[in-house]
């Protein structure tokens, strides 16, 4: 399993940016995916998933109506396109694979992760 987050850098408030994920070594239509984030000094939050098909989503409150979880089976790609965004923002994202087929268990295969920091 590699899962390989590009897309982070240094944006404005208000800005926007877009996450991707690679995924390789698996059959990435068959997983959950997340997105979670750390902030500096924070725990790890939960952002985002997704189902097999990109039907069914859960986002948290936080990011609600400002960030969107989408995926590209064909291109083996998971994404976070993230608007608005806010200095509370800041944090290192991580996207990450539920191991289950059944997407029971949460979040277990991790990527390295991509810094996005939100300050003017």
């Known amino acids: 399993v590699l899962l390989v987050e590009s897309g982070g850098g240094l944006v404005q408030p208000g800005g926007s940016l877009r996450l991707s994920c690679a995924a390789s070594?698996?059959?990435?239509?068959?997983?959950?995916m997340y997105w979670v984030r750390q902030a500096p000094g924070k725990g790890l939050e939960w952002v985002s998933n997704i189902n097999f098909g990109g039907n069914t989503i859960y986002t948290t409150d936080s990011v609600k109506g400002r960030f969107t979880i989408s995926r590209d089976n064909a291109k083996n790609t998971l994404y976070l396109q993230m608007n608005s965004l806010k200095p509370e923002d800041t944090a290192l994202y991580y996207c990450?694979?539920?191991?289950?087929?059944?997407?029971?268990?949460?979040?277990?295969?991790w990527g390295q992760g991509t810094q996005v920091t939100v300050s003017s």
């Open positions: 990450a694979r539920d191991p289950t087929t059944t997407g029971d268990y949460g979040p277990g295969d």
């Open positions: 070594g698996f059959t990435f239509s068959s997983y959950w």
